[in-house]
T-cell receptor, first 116, second 111 residues
Framework: DSGVTQTPKHLITATGQRVTLRCSPR?????VYWYQQSLDQGLQFLIQ???????AKGNILERFSAQQFPDLHSELNLSSLELGDSALYFC???????????????FGSGTRLTVV | GQSLEQPSEVTAVEGAIVQINCTYQ??????LSWYQQHDGGAPTFLSY????GLEETGRFSSFLSRSDSYGYLLLQELQMKDSASYFC????????????FGTGTRLLVSP
C-alpha cells in the first residue's frame, strides 16, 4: 500500500456518460497530480493541485475537470465520455515543494476506465 | 516545454547488466527522476539526480550529465522481476514539481 488511495479501481461506462474518480493523497502530502496513461503509452500530465488550489494544467480536455477539497482528497470529473478516453488514470501525491524532490511522487494504483 | 527520449525496448538475460538511456530537452532543469512500472501497476519511484554523477541504490544506479542533457539507469544482476517499463522524468519548474515523463522503456528479462 503506497498510501495513496484511488477509487474505483475499475470503471466501465458508456459513451456520453460522466464519471468521477477519487484520490486520497498520502498523509501529509499537500500536492495531488493527475495523469492519464493510454494503452502502451507514457504518463500524460493532466492537472496539479496544491493545498486546495490549482497549480498547473497540462493537456487536459475541457470535458475534464478536477478539484481538491479541504481534507486534501481530489476528484477528477470526466464528462461526455468518448471511446478514446479509455485509459488508466493515476493520481500521485508529494509533500510540499521543498521537501519532495528526493523522494519523488507516490502513485496510487490507478483507475482503469473503459468506455464502451 | 520539455521532451524526453528513451529507447522503446531493451532485452537482457538474468544476471546481466543493462543500461537504459534518457536524453532530455528542458527550458530549465530541476533534476532527473526514474520510475518503474510493472504491467497494470502503479509507477514507483526509483531514483533522483540533481547533480552530475552516479547515484547508487542497491542493484540500481542512476547517472546524470547536465552538460549533455543525458542520464541513464543502470540495472545490475538482473532478475525476472525487473521486467517492467522504466520512465525517466524531469521537473517542470522549480516550485511545484510537475513531472514530465518520457515515453518509457520496456525491459524484458529472460531466463
Amino acid at each position: 500500500d503506497s498510501g495513496v488511495t484511488q477509487t474505483p479501481k475499475h470503471l466501465i461506462t458508456a459513451t456520453g456518460q460522466r464519471v468521477t474518480l477519487r484520490c486520497s493523497p498520502r498523509s501529509g502530502d499537500l500536492s495531488v497530480y493527475w495523469y492519464q496513461q493510454s494503452l502502451d503509452q507514457g504518463l500524460q500530465f493532466l492537472i496539479q493541485y496544491y493545498n486546495g488550489e490549482e497549480r498547473a494544467k497540462g493537456n487536459i480536455l475541457e470535458r475534464f475537470s478536477a478539484q481538491q477539497f479541504p481534507d486534501l482528497h481530489s476528484e477528477l470529473n470526466l464528462s461526455s465520455l468518448e471511446l478514446g478516453d479509455s485509459a488508466l488514470y493515476f493520481c500521485a501525491s508529494s509533500p510540499s515543494s521543498s521537501e519532495g524532490k528526493r523522494d519523488g511522487y507516490t502513485f496510487g494504483s490507478g483507475t482503469r476506465l473503459t468506455v464502451v | 516545454g520539455q521532451s524526453l527520449e528513451q529507447p522503446s525496448e531493451v532485452t537482457a538475460v538474468e544476471g546481466a547488466i543493462v543500461q537504459i538511456n534518457c536524453t532530455y530537452q528542458t527550458s530549465g532543469f530541476y533534476g532527473l527522476s526514474w520510475y518503474q512500472q510493472h504491467d497494470g501497476g502503479a509507477p514507483t519511484f526509483l531514483s533522483y539526480n540533481a547533480l552530475d554523477g552516479l547515484e547508487e541504490t542497491g542493484r540500481f544506479s542512476s547517472f546524470l550529465s547536465r552538460s549533455d542533457s543525458y542520464g541513464y539507469l543502470l540495472l545490475q544482476e538482473l532478475q525476472m522481476k525487473d521486467s517492467a517499463s522504466y520512465f525517466c522524468a524531469v521537473r517542470d519548474g522549480g516550485g511545484f514539481q510537475k513531472l514530465v515523463f518520457g515515453t518509457g522503456t520496456r525491459l524484458l528479462v529472460s531466463p
